[in-house]
């Protein structure tokens, strides 16, 4: 039986599946993950410093306009269409199959591609709010702002993103603990499972069958009932729903 087989038998014999997925869901919509070898390389290159301390709550606070300006160019790829993951897990989703998408990422493709019930761990880039009095604003107005975009109250309007040293929202990880610990399967793709805590959700899994879809090999393969080392679009293309 080949893995996509296998895959195909798992889906097909489960009625609580989430998806908790990483970058590597959305580099086949061309979105870079930035904290590849790649990306670390051309940030150092380019601004004298990692990508972590350029999206850290510290540097946005000292660094404001330097902050902004790196965010634009570098997380926010506004062009971006699903690909054929986020698609199937929509799919997945209508048929039923899928309780919850789980993300890693801020890119909002989940909801472009249909899904509706999608936990955004470290928030989104089309949600930004005012300081200083909470006044909401859409990607666009961030995108257009020359510099440091501001309310018309003055305030400072920030991206509801989870910057490196801010806590993910509580509550937000309290549903994804409650939503995994009460699937039947649990597949995670696209993330090598090093960035925590989102990472550690996967000790709250106690159903039957844990799914790893990554390219690369991580520190969780041993526990899974099925391990593919491809790219997740090309893999969840080849599902069919019943």
Do not use: W
């Not at 959305?26 to 993950?33: F, Q, R, Y």
């Not at 989703?93 to 909801?111: R, Y």
């Amino acid at each position: 039986m080949t893995k996509i087989s296998e895959l195909q038998e798992i889906i097909d014999n489960s009625n609580n599946i989430v998806f908790f997925g990483g970058a590597g869901v959305s580099t086949e919509s061309g979105i870079p993950d930035f904290r590849s070898e790649s990306g670390i390389f051309k940030t150092l290159e380019e601004y004298g410093t990692s990508p972590e301390e350029l999206v850290s709550h510290s540097y946005y606070m000292e660094h404001t306009e330097e902050f902004f300006n790196y965010y634009k160019e570098n997380l926010v790829f506004k062009d971006a269409e699903p690909n054929p993951a986020h698609l199937k897990l929509a799919e997945l989703e209508n048929a039923g199959k899928l309780k919850a998408v789980i993300t890693q990422n801020i890119d909002g493709l989940h909801q472009k591609a249909g899904s509706r019930n999608v936990l955004e761990l470290h928030g989104s880039i089309h949600r930004n709010y005012c300081q200083i009095c909470g006044k909401g604003y859409d990607l666009n107005y961030i995108l257009e702002s020359d510099g440091i975009p501001r309310c018309e109250c003055g305030g400072i309007i920030k991206p509801d993103v989870v910057l490196y040293e801010e806590p993910l929202n509580r509550n937000l990880l309290n549903d994804s603990f409650n939503y995994i610990s009460k699937a039947d399967t649990l597949i995670i793709g696209g993330t090598s499972l090093v960035v925590y805590p989102a990472a550690g959700l996967i000790h709250n899994f106690i159903g039957s069958k844990l799914v790893l879809i990554n390219k690369s090999e991580t520190a969780y393969d041993s526990l899974a009932s099925l391990v593919i080392n491809e790219a997740i679009g090309e893999t969840l293309e080849q599902i069919e729903i019943l």
